[in-house]
């Protein structure tokens, strides 16, 4: 066949049949480059730059020697997105450079979607086959020492720029690999970010600024994607300068600015299974290392009695966040939690720990608009009885309906309750206003007052 019998069929055929025969000639090409450039895509002496010319001459010398005939658009199109696929993370880097977007869901070669303002919605982008997905995993995961193979078919890992990434393959992964990355700002929210968001009020933005410096124990808590992880990072942000901060992380995502901040990190069994280190492992190395503050970044197992104890032995001020629907849901899974540590305690004696060491649960949640709002902010009174007391300082007011747009119109309120804790932050120099505790019309409905 010669050149223009080539350039007529394909200029000649139909959208989708050109489409197909576009991205056949792409994963010749790429798989041809890869062959040819793999240890050299790896090496740490070339820059980005380096690499990306070499990259686009090989990729540019490859189409030439296919013999088809490509508009300019649909070649620098093609170069482009080779060159992203080699050097790059493929099909989802426009998704990782906008940033607008907040999450990336890749379930398998050909279909992946996008959160964009608290909404999913399904791209026309799509990887080349599932090996395609696979090398971009392998990719990513390598890059901070963590594998993925069939013996270990997940993994968290992150990406250079914090992003965490879940990424499950087969045997587990029926009809992938899928990738999830959520993806972080590179610059970190600060305070005023949130309340200009909306997550937040000013006035409750101040009491918790009071409350981190007091060294109350506070416990974020939310559902999956509410930004429990964003809030946590803002109030760490509010522990003064001079204070030692040890952090805990599965994948390190928090962003402190402070000068005095140790980071530490759990790390997964080697491929003989063993050289495991848990959050609770660094948790408990924690308290050898003199912190003023301890900030882990999610309890989700035997830890969270560790934290019990270190925040009942003079280590005022943790913070952590933790999965729950409430916070009275929040802490029955601290409860559940401390009873996986595998220690025979009585149900009252965990209660206790909870009651004495948690001072305040501040509760996110995803409204039906996909914005994220603190919904409850309530403290720690105490044990009646069997029961640990909650006590609501702050709630979120659903009854204000939405607008035009279906965004939700209400928001945080005061219910007119002073906290307990108020003459502790006083002990340490931090007054708080009464004007933050104005009792309004939806709080004294909630309080049941006239």
Same mark, same amino acid.
């Given at each position: 066949m010669t050149q223009y019998s080539r350039w007529r069929d394909m200029r000649t055929a139909p959208a989708d049949a050109r489409s197909a025969q576009l991205e056949e000639l792409r994963a010749r090409v790429h798989g041809r480059v890869i062959d040819e450039l793999g240890p050299m895509l790896a090496d740490e002496q070339l820059s980005d730059s380096e690499v990306r010319k070499i990259v686009q001459e090989r990729v540019e010398r490859a189409i030439g020697e296919e013999d088809v005939a490509l508009s300019a658009a649909e070649l620098g199109e093609l170069v482009r997105g080779l060159i992203d696929d080699t050097i790059g993370y493929g099909p989802i880097d426009e998704f990782l450079q906008d940033p607008g977007i907040t999450e990336v869901m890749v379930n398998g070669p050909s279909e992946i979607y996008v959160e964009r303002r608290g909404k999913i919605e399904k791209t026309d982008a799509r990887f080349v086959d599932a090996g395609h997905v696979r090398r971009t995993i392998d990719k990513i995961v390598s890059q901070v020492g963590r594998r993925i193979d069939e013996a270990t078919p997940m993994v968290d890992a992150r990406l250079p720029d914090g992003s965490r990434i879940n990424a499950v393959i087969h045997p587990v992964a029926i009809g992938?690999?899928? @990738?999830?990355?959520? %993806?972080?700002? %590179?610059?970190?929210?600060?305070?005023?970010? @949130? &309340?200009?968001?909306?997550?937040?009020?000013?006035?409750?933005?101040?009491?918790?600024? +009071? !409350?981190?410096?007091?060294? @109350? =124990? #506070?416990?974020?808590? $939310?559902?999956?994607?509410t930004g429990k992880t964003t809030l946590l990072n803002v109030l760490s942000s509010f522990i003064p300068n001079?204070?030692? &901060?040890?952090? #805990?992380?599965?994948? %390190?995502?928090? %962003? @402190?600015?402070?000068?005095?901040? !140790?980071?530490?990190?759990?790390?997964?069994?080697? /491929?003989?299974?063993?050289?495991?280190?848990?959050?609770?492992?660094?948790?408990? =190395?924690?308290?050898?290392?003199?912190?003023?503050? /301890?900030?882990? $970044?999610? +309890?989700? $197992?035997?830890?969270?009695?560790?934290?019990?104890? +270190?925040? =009942?032995?003079?280590?005022?001020?943790s913070l952590t966040t933790i999965h729950s629907n409430s916070p009275r849901d929040t802490l029955a899974r601290i409860e559940t939690m401390t009873l996986m540590s595998g220690m025979d305690l009585p149900v009252r004696a965990v209660r206790e720990q909870m009651a004495s060491a948690l001072d305040l649960v501040v509760h996110l949640s995803r409204l039906r608009d996909g914005s994220r709002r603190v919904t409850t902010v309530s403290e720690v009174l105490g044990m009646e009885g069997d029961t640990v007391v909650l006590q609501d300082i702050y709630q979120f007011d659903f009854g204000m309906g939405v607008d035009e747009e279906g965004r939700s119109l209400g928001r945080l309120k005061s219910t007119g309750i002073r906290p307990a804790f108020s003459e502790r932050l006083a002990d340490h120099g931090i007054e708080l206003e009464a004007d933050l505790f104005t009792l309004e019309p939806f709080a004294r409905r909630v309080v049941g007052l006239r």
């Open positions: 992938g690999p899928f @990738l999830t990355i959520r %993806k972080f700002s %590179k610059e970190p929210y600060t305070v005023g970010d @949130l &309340i200009a968001f909306g997550t937040l009020s000013r006035p409750v933005a101040h009491f918790l600024d +009071a !409350c981190v410096r007091g060294r @109350l =124990n #506070i416990v974020i808590s $939310g559902g999956t994607g001079d204070e030692r &901060i040890v952090t #805990i992380e599965d994948a %390190k995502e928090l %962003k @402190l600015l402070q000068d005095h901040v !140790c980071s530490l990190e759990s790390r997964p069994p080697n /491929i003989e299974g063993v050289g495991q280190i848990t959050i609770r492992d660094l948790v408990r =190395n924690a308290l050898r290392m003199r912190p003023d503050r /301890i900030v882990v $970044g999610e +309890a989700r $197992g035997a830890e969270a009695l560790d934290m019990l104890q +270190a925040m =009942n032995t003079g280590h005022d001020g």
